[in-house]
């Protein structure tokens, strides 16, 4: 009877000891290496540094995961972020950035989903091509949105590119092109109106559009151009 406790004590200690060893021989692994799955085009080496440093001395074994994520999906341009540890020294992080559909306030960028965010000036200065957004007035912007993704889709389709979009409480949608034009599209029936107009616009001339200030859709037959 005595043997068979001994075998049973000797059995159970010899895997507490396996067990110790192995956790000690995990926690000397410390995060030596981060492998990026694709190469961020924004987010710079600086700002990956500060979300990592704080676990740089930890094991491998004790990384929280979901904090390390938490804090990389903080950063400015970061949409979403997967981590995961990969034995003996390594994290795999995988970063996707948003991609900015349009200028906000001259100040901001904004995706198509309307998530907005301010990046440096050197970033901002690589996306001056986008149509900015300009909103002087209460209304929320997902109640302004819907109607401006309509607006943006039908210039884009009739190949005009604004450099400015914007919306305030008496005129309301308001549209400048590179050329200097200003269309005053207002705030109902703002496809309409354009679709409408675009039909006229391909009998104006250059001259004609050379010397147009301002153009107003906001009659329920027709437009109105001012010359500069």
Known sequence: MMGFVQ????????????????????????????????????????????????????????????????????????????????????????????????RWNSEQLMNTQGHRWTPTMTQLSQYQNLTNILVNSQTPWPVLEPTFQGLYETAERHFLKPDLIEYENVIGWKMHLPQGLEIHVGKRNVIERLNRFTQVLKKLSEDDLKSAKIIDLRYSNGFTLKTK
Not at 17 to 25: D, N, Q, S
Not at 65 to 94: D, G, I
């Open 7 to 102: 075998r049973i004590f000797t059995s159970v200690l010899l895997i507490v000891t396996v067990a110790f060893a192995l956790t000690i021989w995990l926690y000397g692994y410390k995060v030596e290496q981060v492998v990026l799955v694709n190469e961020p085009k924004q987010v710079t080496p600086n700002d990956l540094l500060n979300v990592l440093k704080p676990m740089s001395s930890e094991s491998l074994l004790f990384v929280d995961l979901e904090a390390l994520t938490q804090r990389a999906e903080e950063l400015n341009w970061v949409e979403s972020v997967t981590v995961k540890t990969q034995w003996p020294n390594q994290l795999v992080m995988e970063l996707k950035e948003y991609v900015p559909a349009y």
